[in-house]
C-alpha cells in the first residue's frame, strides 16, 4: 500500500515536472503563437451585412376567400396565415437551386466568385481548356454558403450575406430582395390572369345569379391581385433596414482577440502535456531497465 501511494503523482509533482521541462514547455507554447500568428495573417477578411424585411400587408394573397372572411368576423387569422405562407413561400424561392443560379447568371457573379482564375485583361479564365474553370453548379454551391436566412417566427425576415467586399456584400443583398420580390410579383400576375381566364369562362357556363355574383367577386379579387402586383415594386416583402456595407475594420472574421486567447490556451495546453509525456516516457524507460 505504501508503494502505491509513493507512486502516485501529486499536483506539486506536476508542477515540478513542467519546471524541469520548462524549456520544452516555452518551445511548444512559442511554436503555438507562430502558427495562430501565421492563421491571422493569412485567414481571409470577410464582411456581414443583413437586410431586414417583412411581408408586405397589402398583397392581399389570401384572395375573395380572405373578403369572405372579414364580413364573419374571421379575416384576421385568415391574413396571418396568408402571411406566413407568403413568408415561407418567399424563402423557398430565395433559397432554392434555380433562383440562385439565375440570379448569379443575371449578376454575372462567377468572375467575382472566383476571381483568383479569371483574368480581367482578356476577360476570360485564365485556362479556358482546363477542368478548373468553374461550373455554375460551384458558383451556386459557392455563394449558396455565403448566403443565410433567419428563422421568420417573429414575422420578420434577416438575410445574411457574409464575402470579402463589404459593397459587393451589401449590393447582393439588396439586390437579392429585389429579384424575389420581382419574382413573386411575376408569379402573382400570372396566376392572376391564369384564374381571370378560368372564371371568365366558367361564369358563362351557368345561369345561377347566386353563383354568377361569386364568380364576379372572385374575379376582382384577383384583378385587385394583379393590380396590386403591378403597382407596388415591394409587393411581397417589405424593406424594413436596406443592406449597408460596413467600413473596413468592421469585418466579422477573422476574430483576432479570440485568435489570441484561444492561442494561449492551447499553448499552455500543449506545453503542459508535452511535458508530462516526456516525463511519463523517461519514467517507463527506467523501470524497463530496472
Partial sequence: MNEQSSQEITFLDLIRILIQHKWLMLVVFVLVQVGAAVYAYKATVTYKVSVIVAPSADRGSAGGLSSI??????GGALAGIGRFEQTSQGMAIL????????????????????AGRWDSKTSDWKDPGSDDVPRI???????????????PNGGLVTLNIVWTDPDLAAKWANELVFTLNERLRSIAIKEANQTIDYLNKEVEKTRIVELRQAIYFMIEEQINIRTMANIQQEYAFK????????ELDQYSSPRYSLIFVLALIFGVVLGAMACWVIYGI???????LD
Avoid: T
Fill in 69 to 74: 372572411m372579414n364580413a364573419v368576423g374571421g
Fill in 95 to 114: 433559397e432554392s437551386e434555380q433562383f440562385l443560379r439565375e440570379f448569379i447568371n443575371q449578376n454575372n457573379l462567377l468572375p467575382i466568385l472566383y
Fill in 137 to 151: 453548379s460551384d458558383a451556386y454551391r459557392k455563394f449558396n454558403s455565403k448566403l443565410s436566412v433567419s428563422d
Fill in 239 to 246: 424593406v424594413i433596414s436596406p443592406a449597408i456595407a460596413p
Fill in 282 to 288: 523517461q519514467r517507463l524507460r527506467e523501470e524497463i
